[in-house]
């Protein structure tokens, strides 16, 4: 699978004006429609390594898959989408990998992380996340939130207990309800989301949508939207200037063209030449 | 930790600390906190204190609860809240307990696992928060740095404003727009024609920033071209823009 041209992809990351690491790891590949943000934690450096271990794993093993085929259609054997199927197993291979460091290694103790994984084909996207790292959109002039976070707060504004408008004053941000690497097994959330030419997603840590509003982030996409490495800076910036009281990250995406899949005979001729 | 002060005509009868996920309220003697006045009911209210955070919910008392002057049925208690039952007051007050250090661990990321009984080992994980959530417990991951897990209090909680205290405007020399003036209150004013050339001047704390966006030619200010970096504005600055010219000046 080739996207060339398809997706112009911008990114920036930042430890912020108080951490002294930087425990987000950030990865993308334009040409496989592929990009992955991770928010790690834990003391020492557990929490760079667990933010790296999960980019790393998901980004090569994906890579190297999609080398040989692209995530189409359904798989006989699940009935599940390929690109469920993809994403999830890898997503499991990375939490094993965390899981086993953390349960061997003393200084790896209690380390996980957050995790926004999208992959683009055939039109469309699937992402799959953990925790509060989170995936935004801007379509025309409409920016909205797309995943959900799993955090306490998310969980307490669900069930009513406090409007949204209350939660910005909460003292129990950052809890985080679902990780990578914390048990031997976890559940992602994966679901599918068809894109326009023009669409632009953000996918950013915590770091950036706890200093920046919604609003602010919105109108930094539309006006810069013509310089996506700018746009992806000055986020970045401005949640510095707001303080920055956490690692900042964001990886812009946008669609350039269609990028559906080959179908029919070309399909057909494709597989018979591999 | 929070806690709450309760008084009566001004006089501090009693300090509660809330430790307990459920802190009950009312006349008769099973409540955590009592109050033996006709006017408070007998189970009359209830706080559940989630790690940080506290609710207070009326429970259907006869006389009602107040907060701030407004009665209310469920509510999230901020710091110095007044909940008045009768003519009894109690002052909620939740302090930084851990003095100033823990602002540095204010964004720290944590993971809340229902059931959570692993102990990391010592020296690589600490404690939870001191308040121990229902049927829960918060485990922070946190560096060793003898900070404390609870959150921050009060402003440092708040994002500030990212604006400079001066406000500023952009007034046009040539072009067919000569003499307009164009004020900067948005934190980003875009400047120029899509596709041609466009500059962008962002507001910050501090100042303004003039960066170029899109185009083959960078803006053009008194006379210098700019690089792809930002570049700070003075009083009286002149850009020179897709040929028109304008000037950069702070409004007093």
Known sequence: MNLSGALEIASCTDPGMVRS???DSIASDADKGLVVLADGMGGYNAGEVASGMATTVIITELQQLLEKTGPYGIDDRSGEEVAHQLLRDQIAKANTSIYQAAQSQPQYAGMGTTLVVALFYDNKMTVAHIGDSRLYRLRGDEFAQVTRDHSLLQEQIDSGVITPQQARQSQNKNLVTRALGIDPIVEAEIHDYGTQTGDIYLLCSDGLCDMVSDDEIGLALQTLS??????????????????GRDNVSVILVRVLRGYAAPRGMIRKMMTWFR | MAKLILSMDGLVLKEINLTKERTTIGRKPHNDIQIDNLAVSGEHAVIVTILEDSFLEDLGSTNGTVVNGQPIKKHFLQNNDMIELGKYKL???AEASAGQAQVADFEKTMILRPGASKVAPAGSAQAAPAAPAPAS????????????????HGPASKPLAATPQKAAA????????????????????TLGKPGVQVAVITRRPQ????????????PIVNGKSLDAQAHSLNDHDVIDLAGVKMEFFFKT
Do not use: M, R, W
């Open chain 2, 91 to 93: 002052k909620y007050v």
């Open chain 1, 226 to 243: 013509s310089n996506l490495k700018l746009c992806a800076q000055h986020l970045v910036q401005t949640a510095n200037d707001n303080g």
């Open chain 2, 137 to 152: 417990s918060a485990k922070n991951f946190g560096d060793t740095a003898a900070i404390q897990g609870t959150a921050a």
């Open chain 1, 21 to 23: 690491h930087n425990e």
């Open chain 2, 207 to 218: 100042g303004f920033f003039i960066t170029h966006v899109e185009g083959a030619s960078f």
């Open chain 2, 170 to 189: 952009l007034q046009l020399l040539s072009g067919a727009n000569a003499g307009k003036e164009l004020d900067l209150t948005k934190p980003l004013t």
